[in-house]
């Protein structure tokens, strides 16, 4: 079992920076990707960025040049920096990690660390 604990969120003016931290602990051999994702009261879970164990990333379009999502191996966390926060990025941000083959695998959830940005 792989177990995923977030930090770092909190209450900003639009514009303003944080930087959410995950770190994995337990069964983390094979780790492969790793993500983020949040959730905004009464939608659904959408992607905000993604990280390969070879440092390859993905973000969603309106995070491109705001978000950066990077990964300490030897820390086995994840961290992504947020800057020019807007207010339609408050949500509830989640760590995830997939861990397995490229065909089959198992996917890992965290709690969630509230972010809010105010206008």
């Known amino acids: 079992q792989v177990q995923l604990v977030e930090s770092g969120g909190g209450l900003v003016q639009a514009g303003g920076s944080l930087r959410l931290s995950c770190a994995a602990s337990g069964i983390i051999v094979s780790i492969n990707d790793m993500g983020w994702y949040r959730q905004a009261p009464g939608k659904q879970r959408e992607l905000v960025a993604t990280i390969t164990s070879g440092g390859s990333t993905n973000y969603a379009d309106s995070m491109k040049g705001r978000f950066t999502i990077s990964r300490d191996n030897a820390k086995n966390t994840v961290y992504l920096q947020m800057n020019s926060l807007k207010p339609e990025d408050t949500g509830v941000y989640y760590c995830?990690?997939?861990?397995?083959?490229?065909?089959?695998?198992?996917?890992?959830w965290g709690q969630g660390t509230q972010v809010t940005v105010s206008s």
């Open positions: 995830h990690a997939r861990r397995g083959t490229v065909l089959v695998g198992f996917n890992y």
